[in-house]
């Protein structure tokens, strides 16, 4: 099957005074190209990812980039043959990423940048401490080798874990590489700890989807999975889909092990969500993949296959603090 849909995963850091004016123009270039996904719109910047035609996608991007203040505004694409975004949706935000930290800007300071071809020889080095600074369902299916878990199930749990790591705080010299999926989180997360006063921060350029583009798989120090805040689920070395695929009812990645267990009923219930789950949520979740089920199988779509219900409260929080706007980092 051709891959006929570009998704652009896309954010910048920088003064948007005016961002509340660009909502309702940039809702219309995008239905009226056929794209779908999510933007995130606020006084520090941009953040999304969006999906649709090729030809689509570049008319959103060249209307972005028409602005001087985003004219360097940088992007990654890939492709798949179905439309990972059954949805647009253009919102206004506080924060493009959420952290919660009053007098944090990440257009005056952040780490130093890394690019993926030097990230395995920074990361090497015993005296540099690797943080994975994403959500702990999406560390679960993947990370580089030796990073460090915080555990946390939201962006703006991680400034009390970093405050909870005495050995850290107590040696503001100690050299700090952290990453996350596209590059967002690193610099929200390396503009906090050289805040802190920290003097040696690092972040991955461009993320692991960067990462997993550039190096060949017999170089890297990745290990599994990518997870992706669209249909897709999970990305590969070269960005190929992964073999994770989503819980319908909670919206978990899956493993292969997940999938085998007694708990796990396609559209209904998997070993994360099962407990929280009542008789009665089983049958609206039934129903409702019954009607998924059968719209597809007449090769129509069905909106309820893009419905996220409410999350377990392990899952409740996305990477940037809500479950509906997690559009890439």
């Not at 006063?197 to 290990?223: A, D």
Request: net charge positive.
């Amino acid at each position: 099957m051709t891959a006929a849909y570009l998704t652009a995963a896309l954010y910048q850091f920088v003064d948007l005074p005016d961002h509340a004016e660009w909502r309702e123009p940039l809702q219309a270039l995008c239905a009226s190209h056929g794209v779908k996904g999510t933007l995130l719109l606020a006084r520090e910047g941009i953040n999304g990812t969006i999906a649709g035609p090729e030809a689509g996608v570049r008319a959103v991007l060249d209307w972005l980039r028409r602005d001087p203040r985003l004219a360097r505004l940088q992007h990654k694409e890939s492709w798949s043959p179905t439309p990972p975004f059954h949805r647009l949706k253009v919102r206004l935000k506080r924060e493009i990423v959420t952290l919660g930290v009053p007098g944090l800007d990440p257009t005056r300071t952040v780490g130093e940048y890394v690019k993926p071809a030097d990230w395995n020889a920074l990361i090497g080095q015993p005296d540099v401490l690797l943080i994975d600074t994403r959500n702990d369902y999406e560390v679960k299916i993947g990370s580089f080798e030796g990073a460090i878990n915080p555990g946390i199930r939201s962006f703006t749990e991680l400034p009390a874990w970093l405050a909870q790591q005495q050995a850290l705080q107590a040696d503001r010299k100690t050299r700090v590489a952290m990453f996350c999926t596209g590059g967002i989180r690193c610099e929200k997360s390396t503009a906090l700890l050289k805040m802190q006063g920290f003097e040696s921060v690092y972040h991955l350029e461009g993320g692991i989807l960067k990462y997993l583009e550039e190096v060949p798989p017999e170089q890297s120090r990745w290990r599994g999975e990518c997870f992706v805040f669209d249909e897709r689920v999970s990305m590969g070395h070269g960005l190929r889909p992964g073999a994770s695929s989503l819980c319908r009812s909670c919206r978990w990645p899956l493993s292969d092990e997940d999938r085998r267990s007694p708990l796990y009923q396609e559209g209904v219930s998997c070993p994360h969500c099962h407990a929280q789950r009542s008789d009665e949520d089983r049958a609206r979740l039934a129903e409702r993949h019954r009607q998924v089920e059968l719209a597809r199988r007449r090769g129509r779509p069905h909106i309820g296959s893009a419905v996220q219900p409410t999350r377990p409260p392990q899952a409740a929080q996305t990477q940037n603090g809500s479950a509906s706007d997690s559009p890439t980092d």
